[in-house]
């Protein structure tokens, strides 16, 4: 009897293994054919959180944790730190940076709100009132005098006369945030400290809609897509679209690499059809097919770093920002 079960014992260990490769090389992404993103030389080692450019695409700004501050006058080839003097000996972490033109914003924790109108060649600090919900957390310059900035706690406020006035757009905040992010069109989606629902508001509402989240797995992050799609991140590497138009109903979420261990923090569309997905351990994942079907980019891989943000200014001009001063530049192929 032993000497048959012997044999079957070993045949089922051979079958079990089998599956599991099979099940392994179902889940291992196919390499991009060409690597687009480049790892810029930086004057810092700070975490960066953001970045903006004026009307004229060579010349931007990008801000991160301990006041750091650099610019670019070649399209983010290279970059200069540029150190502001704001009097109080505080230490800032910059959060959000963004242009209109030559007019821009920079806002910061604690409290700060600095505004340009020569395309940064001199910055001043916008007063801000100490009943304040919150921090200041992103701001999006809207045109000129013109300026719409939320707190870390959820309040919207919007200013045209360059910063003097602030207009509330929701009557309260809706509690500490994750992230936040902005359409467009002036929508907002918003996802709670600990992940565990999101809220939605667009013009003319006078309150943040909560919503629960779409499974049992805690947000990461969400944000909106350019073919009329939200889209959410969560725990252990799911990725979910919204239908388009319509962001109360969502399709099946996603793994495009269900076997990875680390977690995917930022999506961003180049264009409707290619989606761009950062993460841990220099984690990055694209697809050409608007989120068919994945492909990964194995040469970043060996980029030291967690990549938290992907901005794409244009299609052609588009940065990944990363922990310990790490910032790729993207760049077409030839």
Not at 104 to 113: A, K, N
Not at 199 to 210: H, R, V
Not at 283 to 291: A, T
Request: aromatic residues 10%; charged residues 15%.
């Amino acid at each position: 009897m032993y000497s048959i079960l012997k044999p079957l014992k070993q045949l089922l260990i051979v079958l079990v293994a089998v599956l599991l490769c099979s099940s392994c090389a179902r889940n291992f992404l196919s390499p991009i054919s060409y690597n687009p993103w480049q790892v810029v030389p930086l004057p810092t080692e700070e975490t960066l959180s953001d970045v903006a450019f004026t009307d004229d695409l060579s010349h931007g700004w990008l801000v991160g944790k301990n006041a750091t501050l650099l610019e670019t006058t070649d399209s983010g080839k290279s970059w200069q730190s540029r150190v502001l003097d704001l009097g109080d000996g505080q230490i800032y972490s910059f959060t959000s940076v963004s242009f209109a033109g030559q007019e821009g914003w920079i806002t910061g924790q604690p409290s700060i709100l600095l505004h340009t109108t020569d395309g940064g060649k001199s910055w001043l600090r916008v007063p801000l009132s100490e009943k304040l919900p919150g921090s200041p957390y992103t701001i999006t310059a809207l045109a000129a005098n013109s300026a719409e900035m939320t707190t870390d706690v959820g309040a919207i406020y919007q200013t045209m006369d360059g910063g003097k006035t602030w207009q509330a757009m929701v009557q309260e905040a809706v509690g500490v945030l994750r992230n936040i992010a902005r359409s467009l069109d002036g929508k907002y989606v918003a996802v709670s400290s600990r992940g565990s629902f999101y809220s939605t508001w667009e013009p003319g509402q006078i309150a943040w809609q909560p919503n629960n989240r779409t499974s049992s797995r805690r947000l990461q992050n969400m944000g909106f897509g350019q073919d009329g799609r939200m889209w959410l991140l969560a725990r252990g590497g799911s990725v979910q679209f919204s239908q388009p138009g319509d962001s109360a109903q969502w399709g099946e979420s996603v793994y495009p690499e269900f076997a990875a261990s680390w977690g995917l923090l930022d999506l961003a569309y180049r264009t409707p059809e290619e989606i761009w997905i950062a993460g841990g351990s220099g984690n990055l994942l694209v697809s050409f097919d608007g989120g068919q079907t994945w492909q990964k980019d194995r040469e970043v891989e060996n980029v030291p770093s967690n990549l938290y943000r992907i901005i794409f200014i244009t299609p052609e001009q588009g940065f990944i920002l990363g922990q310990q001063g790490v910032l790729l530049k993207y760049q077409e192929a030839a």
